[in-house]
């Protein structure tokens, strides 16, 4: 008798729950004749197996495998699906004003501190009321604990300072992080982060961001709402939708200022599309805030090159548009050119927006390196196609270029 051969036969009634005989199986992979000794669990008519023992074999086989194969499939799958569906239902509550102050105590506590002074006005801090405290009251008083205990902490926070000049912000304290205990760290880097985004550091206040986890702080709606400032304005668009989603679904105790905000966001983000004259507004607010913080390298060099090439690509698609649908329009243009009105109805003989140097965008011209008959051109498509305040927002912007600082990222 071929033992493997009949385990095989036995796995497969067992997967098909038919009851199988070992007499049964012999039979069957011999060839010797039919099998009717196979009867099926819920009725009593016999079964049967054909006599050919190697297409009896093969069948069995590949249902064996295809039954193994859906078990490892759901064995993949399902832990896949478990962790989507568990970040998709994943809500950020902000602990309460007791748990809170449990936080804080214990972390003083942990630190050995032993002047009676400093614990005093630790334990006056977390001194409850009647009145509930908000979210963001609840993250100033943590802040405050963690001043009063921690010189390094005082150091950071201080540095944080309104007064405190851009040009000469300490970066180094940033790193001084790293060291704290978890509840030391967390709290401080959204601090950091936060006071960042306000003074327009949206770069660095990113970098700070991304390093918090936002069910270990007592403010999670301002680290969501401070984090998608950031990536709003830098243009980040997946990650931005994804940090209002959290912010606006997913975040409890949430402040209706930050609500308002953050749906205005959502819809902005919505309605803005790749490569529109929108687009290009806001990378201009973008190059403006780099000038305003003397950051005139290599980045912002690359984003107004951006701009300057999705405007020529705008103003062709428009001349496309008018050359398409204008017909005998460039004749009457050309009647007229006498008159000197051509020249601000329609665009004539050019094959291209306009050549742009990468090396300078700006010039005293204010329309970066087109040459006058091309910057003309843009003007009128301009002033035909748009409205009038995005005309003088681009003047504004070419202007600023042409005073623009050196200077590196």
């Not at 997967?15 to 009717?36: D, E, M, Q, W, Y």
């Not at 742009?356 to 002033?383: R, Y």
Request: hydrophobic share 40%.
């Amino acid at each position: 008798m071929n033992h493997p051969a009949s385990n095989s036969v036995r796995q497969w009634a067992a997967v098909h729950r038919l009851k199988v005989s070992p007499t049964t199986a012999a039979s069957a992979l011999s060839g010797g004749g039919p099998v009717s000794n196979v009867s099926g669990q819920f009725g009593s008519k016999p079964q049967t197996v054909p006599p050919d023992s190697a297409v009896v074999r093969l069948m069995m086989n590949v249902s064996l495998f295809f039954n193994r194969a859906t078990w490892f499939s759901l064995w993949l799958v399902l832990p896949l699906l478990a962790a989507r569906v568990s970040a998709a239902d994943a809500v950020f509550a902000p602990p309460t004003a007791a748990d809170a102050r449990t936080q804080a105590l214990q972390w003083v506590a942990e630190r050995g501190i032993s002047d009676k002074a400093v614990l005093e006005r630790v334990a006056q801090e977390w001194t409850l009321g009647e009145a509930p405290l908000t979210t963001e009251e609840i993250f100033q008083r943590v802040i405050r604990t963690l001043t009063t205990a921690d010189a390094d902490a005082k150091k950071i926070v201080d540095a944080c300072q309104e007064a405190t000049p851009i040009a000469t912000w300490p970066r180094e304290v940033i790193p001084q992080t790293d060291a704290m205990a978890n509840f030391a760290r967390q709290h401080l880097r959204l601090y950091v982060g936060r006071f960042l985004a306000q003074r327009q550091l949206y770069e660095e206040a990113l970098e700070v961001l991304v390093a918090v986890d936002p069910k270990q702080i007592v403010d999670p709606a301002s680290y969501f709402f401070q984090r998608a400032i950031c990536e709003h304005q830098l243009l980040k668009k997946g990650d931005a939708m994804r940090s209002l989603g959290n912010l606006l679904d997913n975040t409890q105790n949430v402040p209706e200022r930050y609500k308002a905000v953050a749906l205005l966001m959502r819809h902005d983000l919505e309605l803005l599309k790749d490569a529109s004259l929108g687009e290009v507004a806001k990378k201009m607010l973008d190059v403006e805030r780099r000038l305003t913080l003397g950051r005139g390298g290599e980045k912002t060099q690359k984003v107004e090159e951006e701009i300057v090439e999705a405007l020529d690509e705008i103003i062709k698609k428009v001349e496309q548009q008018q050359q398409g649908g204008g017909g005998g329009g460039g004749q009457g243009g050309n009647q007229n050119q006498s008159g000197g009105a051509a020249n601000d109805s329609s665009v004539k003989g050019a094959t291209a927006p306009g050549d742009v140097d990468k090396k300078d965008i700006g010039n005293k011209a204010g329309w970066g390196t087109l040459p006058p008959k091309k910057a003309t051109e843009a003007k009128n498509v301009i002033n035909r196609n748009f409205p009038s305040h995005y005309r003088e927002a681009i003047e504004q912007y070419f202007k600023k270029l042409a005073n623009r600082p050196a200077g590196k990222e």
